[in-house]
């Protein structure tokens, strides 16, 4: 699974001059674990907006000399990954495009469901960008044809025919907006600076450039960010929530607060009950690094088996690990993750990992346990068995490339060499959270039950 796109809009209310677009380039940094395809910043000036993007890491992508050329009061920024439509340039955001009331730029993190229906309501006029796969060229596409002048009236159109999860940040000559979905699949934080306002996926993002958290943007709701105001609007009412609950298990980071709830602390107690789920005898249990560390944490502490690191990660592995094929993934295992014979050897061992999608991970690395000398390999999972492919936003094989839609745990467990698996259960996982209750949140990669 991969993760989706990290949004992030800062506004200079303030008489200082204020260098935003690279304050912006800090705050995609910071949610670089989003998305590693494509970066880009749009800034605006007051009377026009201006925009960088490319393929790439964010420091790839820019550099001074760039961040230099982009002079303005307000800005956006956008990290992608490909959930829908190809990894090209065309397809990096943020967008530009034209409305009745002027120029505005769009950065989106999410996904629409009804695409087809939507493309259809555009005029001939659009039919090049009709072809365009990726839903953010849609959305600029049915933002521009609307009649409104008034920005804020353009986007309540929109949104009330688009179904699926957005996040979005929109940046006008002279507003910010923030906007989410009403099922709030996704997290977006509003945090305040000294200078003005801020907007990012995640809260992780304000330290850095020395903003506070304020709250999250709720379901539904979209805010606007002007000279001299910061006001809200409930656009959408919120029936039912539907937060992703992959956002604790893995994507976002564990520094963050998602959907009021710190990250880190909520793996800690899913490994906590997986331990109690799923107690096994050991000598240690060491996490698949990084996203598995938290949750190793919380089984060890649950069953009193000493926490060790096993596995090495090779932190320069950059972008070489996401790779397209079934093929080059199984030698990228080798590149990203070794293990420590002088700490496995001969050891009975829980490994801890966020999820098993192909099964493909999983196997490589208890047999580089076992060859390092491992006596045992237990692998414990801190989601439940993933059955069914996302449509919210989070890159998912095919149904049928999902392992556990096609086999038991046992024969998975055979098939990946372990000498035991096993999952935490749904409902240990969505009992652990205290702020949210179980039905608050999407589990339908687990469960099938798709709340759109
Ligand atoms: S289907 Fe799974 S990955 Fe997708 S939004 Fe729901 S919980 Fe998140």
């Known amino acids: ?31 670089q674990h989003r998305g590693q395809e494509s970066a880009g910043i749009a800034v605006s000036s007051g009377k026009n907006i201006l925009i960088y993007r490319d393929l790439g890491l964010v420091s790839e992508v820019f550099d001074e000399g760039i961040l230099n050329t982009l002079q303005g009061n307000a800005a956006i920024g956008h990290v992608r990954y490909s959930t829908a439509g190809a990894n090209n340039w065309e397809n990096s955001q943020p967008i530009l495009n034209q409305y009745p009331g002027g120029s505005f730029s769009l950065a989106h993190n999410g996904h629409l469901i009804n695409q087809n229906e939507l493309k259809e309501n555009l005029s001939s006029k659009s039919l090049l960008l009709k072809k365009r796969n990726a839903d953010s060229h849609l959305l600029c596409q049915l ?8 920005i804020e009236k353009a986007l309540e159109e929109v949104v009330l025919k688009i179904k699926g999860a957005f996040c979005l940040v929109v940046l006008t000559e002279n507003k910010l907006i923030g906007l989410r979905d009403n099922f709030g699949f996704h997290p977006l934080v509003l945090g305040k600076s000294e200078e003005g306002y801020v907007i990012s996926s995640e809260d992780s993002a304000l330290p850095l450039i020395n903003a506070k958290y304020i709250r999250e943007i709720k379901p539904g709701e979209m805010v606007v960010i002007e000279k001299n105001s910061c006001k809200s609007r409930q656009l959408i009412p919120c029936k039912q929530k539907a937060l992703c609950i992959f956002e604790h298990i893995y994507f976002a980071r564990p520094d963050s607060n998602v959907f009021g709830e710190n990250v880190a602390v909520i793996r800690e107690r899913i490994g906590q009950k997986l331990a109690q789920e799923h107690p096994v005898d050991a000598d240690m249990v060491i996490p698949v690094p990084d996203s598995g560390r938290f949750a190793a944490l919380g089984y060890s502490q649950g069953s009193g088996i000493p926490y060790q690191e096993g596995l090495l990660k090779n932190p320069y592995i950059g972008r070489t690990f996401i790779q397209p094929n079934q093929i ?52 414990r999972i801190s989601s439940p068995p993933v059955n069914c492919p996302c449509h919210y936003g989070i890159d ?18 055979q098939w990946i060499g372990a000498d035991s698996l096993g999952y935490i259960s749904l409902e240990g996982l969505t009992g652990v959270f205290e702020k949210n209750q179980p039905s608050d949140f999407c589990t339908a990669c687990f469960s099938g039950k798709y709340p759109i």
């Not at 993760?3 to 940094?29: R, T």
């Not at 933002?143 to 008034?150: F, L, V």
């Not at 998912?396 to 467990?413: D, G, M, N």
């Open 143 to 150: 933002i521009g044809a609307t009649e409104k002048k008034d």
């Open 328 to 379: 080059l993934r199984e030698h990228s295992v080798k590149l990203k993750l070794s293990p420590i014979p002088g700490i496995v050897n001969g050891k009975r061992i829980v490994m801890v990992d966020d999820s098993i999608v192909r099964g493909t991970t999983s196997r490589k690395l208890v047999k580089l346990l076992k060859n390092a000398g491992a006596k045992e390999v237990h692998v």
């Open 396 to 413: 998912t094989p095919k149904r049928e490339e999902l392992w556990a839609t096609r086999f038991s745990v046992e024969q998975i467990s």
């Open 1 to 31: 699974m991969n993760e989706e796109c990290g949004v992030f809009g800062i506004f200079n209310q303030s008489q200082q001059k204020l260098d935003v677009a690279k304050l912006a380039y800090l705050g995609i940094f910071a949610l």
